[in-house]
């Protein structure tokens, strides 16, 4: 786990050394001895082992810590200083970082370094920086060879970076994507990068029922609700209650599944052998379709509104061929791959399937199509996986007898069902995504396809905390599936991940803030769970919400301000710094000016109250003639109005007796007070 970062500058940050603390069993300091770097530490006396492992999943959580402070203080660039450690082709960071440290089994290691970094083995207090400095380069100087140990110092070890590795993700839409170094970091989860692969493709996609392209926000609602279809319907939601214990997820009922086709590119990668039966299935299709009026004369004695709905499942049965056909084809023409490896027998005697429906030919291709190279031959499709999806569907086709629930291009189905169909729909990807060889066992996210099934939920709109906890665990369940388990895995295994979650907690209501530290903790192992290495976990937050930093220990709080142009951390010793956080009080941690300078109430209502204020002292020294006029009455009267609105009682009781003083009114006075005797009464009941 990281436990301390060593900053020696950053080019808008800070222009001075920093150490950021997470919590570990030390606490960290740093010298600057020319190209090394001496490294101080003491115990962390409110470090204890395992203190957040609270589930029950095989993966545990070494530690839990927070970056906070106000907005604009670098909370996010700091995580993304993280990032940069596990970012290949990244040397920005070179001039910036100096010192990234780990703990294993309780022994101090660097995860990354530009210096050679030494432990000062006798720390003693007396021992001020300069004498430690200076004793440093004296035996620097003695020992000429670079091998000798130098007494009193012990070279910390560098360990592999490969073993960890960070994952980032963050709620906020703020257009900040940077393709020079996002692009490279394959671990992010955020909604930026989710929002960019969304539309990725989208110009290629087939029309509506219509003829009208989707909209881009459609297209989002698309792909954000079929993720979180996909982790509802998921064993890790189904067999861990934690999930439903910690917060009340929200489930659709009813939904809209489309089925969308691809633009057909001109075949040039498609084996040559599978091109004429490809062609003939969607020529089958076509002509299938224009025949529909055939169908429906042949079903003309039947109930108008039935009749209508055979007819649209007539198309939709069609346009579903199609699609898969689409992907099919849209997948072969990535890469130049199996250009006459691809076969299939008798490929250019198409007359035997002219009596052939476009359904049997399409099964008889999905069966008999095959890759052969040498002594090497296998199946392209795993019919036995891809089979089923189609006769589930055509088992929802038969008993649709609603035409207002079955169109050319889509159908209404319930909960169940839909899920039942996008993991059958998700088998298909995984065939499809093996249709090209694999490097050391990696797919290439370039052969990735989200298939040819789209869904938008019918039946109700979730509040914005209820999308925003949703989402956080769709796109961290998305990203694993896609990415690090066995049968779609693009990523190598780590040993250890670091949960970079900005702000993740973005709209959540106060109740959910409360439960926040505590449900993280929870529930992120078991999203692990399926990975063939159980790994390591830490998380690392940003906030500034008090409700959340009252569930962190003192010394696993990074606490950020600003410097001028720049950012510090908050030492121990500053005034700013909060000493109190793990189960403090929520009103005293927010009423430190680290969160709120200048009061706990709003500016809007702080100016009201000082306009009363105001108003009275200005006019304290009135004559009781000026008292009588009509503009002193009306403000008079107005001002006891907005006494009257304010809800905390010494403000209001103390502004009653201050206004009153200034013109007796023992009538408004008892009736403030006993309202404020009123209240009291009714919170004792």
Known sequence: MIVSIYLKEHEYLTNKPQALNFGGKYLYSFLPAGRDVLVRRRINEKYIPDFFNISESHCKVDLLSAIVGQNGVGKSSTLDIIRKVFVEHIYSMSHSLSLVMVEINGETKVLHSNSNAYLVLDDKKENTDKAILTDFKIKRILNSKEEQILEGYEELEKINAKDYQSIYYSPHFDLKYNDNFDEVDKYDISLDKFNKLD???????????????????????????????????????????????????????????????????????????????????????????????????????????????LVNKYFLERFVIKSFVSVVIQQMEKENTWLEEGKIENPYHMERFKEFSATDLLFYFIKESYIEKGKFKKSIFDFDEIFPFFEKLNLLFEKETNPDNINKQSIRL?????????????????????????????????????????????????SSGENALLNFFSKLYSFIQDNLIKESKSLPDKENYILLLDEADLGFHPVWKKRYVDAVLKTIPYFFESLEV?????????????????????????????????????????KNKIQKTFGANITNLLAHSFFVENGLIGDFS????????????????????????????????????????????????????????????????????????????????
């Not at 940003?542 to 930093?549: A, R």
């Not at 020294?621 to 006494?643: M, R, W």
């Not at 304010?646 to 009736?671: F, H, R």
């Open 199 to 309: 539309l990725e493709d989208t110009d290629k996609k087939g029309t509506n029922e219509n003829g009208w392209k989707f909209g881009l926000h459609k297209e989002l609602v698309f792909k954000n609700s079929i993720r979180q279809i996909e982790f509802l319907s998921s064993p890790i939601f189904k067999d861990n209650l934690v999930f439903r214990e910690v917060f009340d997820l929200p489930q659709f009922e009813t939904g809209i599944l489309h089925f969308r086709d691809v633009q057909i590119p001109d075949f040039h990668n498609t084996p040559n052998p599978l091109r004429p039966i490809l062609e003939l299935i969607l020529a089958k299709v076509e002509n299938e379709s224009k025949d529909w009026h055939i169908f429906r004369d042949q079903n003309s004695k039947l109930d108008k509104n039935l009749l209508q709905a």
């Open 606 to 685: 702080k100016s009201k109250i000082k306009d009363v204020i105001d108003w009275i002292k200005e006019n304290q020294k009135l004559s009781d003639i000026k008292k009588s006029s009509p503009e002193f009455k009306a403000k008079f009267e107005y001002y006891k109005k907005v006494i009257n609105l304010i809800d905390e009682k010494v403000i209001k009781i103390k502004l009653t007796e201050m206004i009153t003083d200034l013109v007796p009114d023992n009538d408004y006075y008892n009736q403030i007070i006993d309202k404020e005797i009123e209240l009291l009464k009714n919170k004792k009941k």
């Open 534 to 574: 159980k790994p390591k976990l830490q998380i690392i937050i940003t906030t500034h919400d008090p409700l959340t930093l009252s569930d962190l220990p003192i010394n696993n709080v990074v606490f950020l301000q600003k410097d001028g142009k720049y950012c510090t951390i908050i030492s121990d010793k500053d």
């Open 414 to 462: 319930n909960l169940d069902e839909v899920k039942e169909l996008l993991h059958l729909h998700k088998k298909i990807i995984i065939n499809l995504l093996h249709y090209y060889p694999t490097r050391e066992g990696l797919i290439d996210k370039g052969d990735y396809t989200d298939g040819f099934i789209s869904f938008s939920p019918t039946d109700r709109n979730m």
